[in-house]
């Protein structure tokens, strides 16, 4: 049995800076999908997060974390 069904996903956000992803997990937001895949950057890759946001309460605005 999954934790969490997507249907209980109330928001969602894509970000691509790890400090600023493990700050949305420890607020509440759920890893929904990783995903790297080659640019430009100067390593060479970029990796982009899918998070969920799972409860009622609204929670802080992208530029709080």
Do not use: C
Not at 4 to 17: A, G, M, Y
Not at 30 to 58: F, K
């Amino acid at each position: 049995m999954p934790a969490f069904f997507i249907s209980d996903v109330k928001q969602v956000r894509e970000l691509n800076q790890q400090a600023v992803v493990n700050k949305h997990i420890n607020a509440g937001w759920v890893l929904l999908s990783a995903v790297t895949a080659p640019s430009s950057e100067p390593h060479g890759v970029v990796t982009r997060y899918i998070l969920g946001w799972l409860s009622e309460d609204m929670p802080l605005q992208h530029f709080q974390y």
